[in-house]
């Protein structure tokens, strides 16, 4: 007589850095349906706007590789990176959503970014990460962008789900790969 205990499938945790200058733009667009797949199957999704947020470039003092290992707010500089840090060590999945700026990411993304280093420098804990490119774009030269991604990926030992540019149904059937 064995009961019918469903296995409920555990929510994932995803984390979106939106580089994008315009709230209602293309990049907003892929983000929208990726999210509305990707919630569609439970998993909580926060979403940080880098353009509404006061982010300092990363001065390379190497102040994170003195604090004490595994600290949460791992930079000493204080400003709205504390919130990405906090997010970041809960999240499963990172999400890099941006325009294609001159070939590559928006400049507000790639400070968030260089920001993450302080992380990798403090806590040599952080468990390995999904990750999701999502771009949008006025032209098809699009190789530096995903070289970039794909040598972030490797560096960081993490495991890319998908990249969609310029494809906002692939960036919604990225969001419902994600369970
Ligand atoms: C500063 C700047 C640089 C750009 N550089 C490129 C580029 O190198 N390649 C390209 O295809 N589009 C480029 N574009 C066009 C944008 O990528 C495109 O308009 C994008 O879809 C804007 O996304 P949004 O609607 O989310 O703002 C550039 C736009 C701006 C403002």
């Known amino acids: 007589m064995g009961a019918d205990i469903k296995e409920k499938t555990p929510v994932r945790k995803i984390m ?3 580089g ?3 709230k209602d733009g293309k990049t907003a667009e892929m983000i929208s349906a990726f999210s509305r797949a990707a919630e569609a199957n439970g998993n909580e999704i926060k979403e ?3 353009i509404d947020m006061n982010i300092r470039d990363c001065l390379d003092c190497q102040e994170c590789s003195k604090k004490e290992p595994g600290s949460r707010n791992p930079c000493i500089q204080e400003d709205d990176m504390t919130k990405i840090y906090e997010a970041f060590f809960e999240a499963d999945v990172i999400v890099f959503a941006s325009p294609v700026y001159f070939w590559t990411l ?3 993304l790639k400070t968030a970014v260089d920001r ?3 992380v990798f420098r403090n806590n040599y804990e952080v468990r390995p990460k999904e ?3 999502l771009m949008s ?3 098809s030269d699009l190789k530096l962008t995903s070289e970039w991604y794909h040598g972030f990926e ?3 030992d993490w495991k890319s789900i998908g990249e969609a540019i310029n494809d906002v149904s692939l960036a919604a059937q990225i969001g419902s790969m994600i369970r």
């Open 106 to 108: 928006s400049g507000i």
């Open 20 to 22: 994008a200058g315009k």
């Open 131 to 133: 990750c999701v490119l």
């Open 137 to 139: 774009s006025g032209g």
């Open 116 to 118: 993450l280093y302080a």
């Open 16 to 18: 979106i850095l939106n």
């Open 154 to 156: 490797y560096w960081m």
């Open 48 to 50: 940080f706007q880098l």
